[in-house]
């Protein structure tokens, strides 16, 4: 059974940088397809970022891109999003997830099976 633990959420200033760590434990993770999702309050949960296994690629939604980066460490089971010029949309509750599909797949229309508990981000203007 996998598990994913997030951590590195909290308060930052519109303009700020924050970075999100994912643990991920219980499989083989150089397996696994990895992503980050968020979901704000009142709204429906939506795709970040995404990171593929195998040869390394990565996917934006249109609204990060630039300023937030996914990567990931094999060797120590973690998945990072480096999340910089944060403005006030981008507060949320973080949620880590991975997905076993095949070499290469990633973004936000593969299956993703397991999930994290979620790490809150909230940026002030």
């Known amino acids: 059974q996998v598990q994913l633990v997030e951590s590195g959420g909290g308060l930052v200033q519109a303009g700020g940088s924050l970075r999100l760590s994912c643990a991920f434990s219980g499989r083989a993770f150089s397996n696994y397809a990895m992503g980050w999702f968020r979901q704000a309050s009142g709204k429906e949960r939506e795709f970040v970022a995404g990171?593929?296994?195998?040869?390394?690629?990565?996917r934006y939604r249109d609204s990060v891109k630039g300023r937030f980066t996914i990567s990931r460490d094999n060797a120590k089971n973690m998945v990072y999003l480096q999340m910089n010029s944060l403005n006030p949309e981008d507060t949320a509750i973080y949620y880590c997830a991975a997905a076993q599909v095949p070499w290469g797949a990633l973004g936000p229309s593969i299956r993703y099976d397991y999930w994290g508990q979620g790490t809150q981000v909230t940026v002030s203007s």
């Open positions: 990171i593929s296994w195998g040869p390394v690629n990565t």
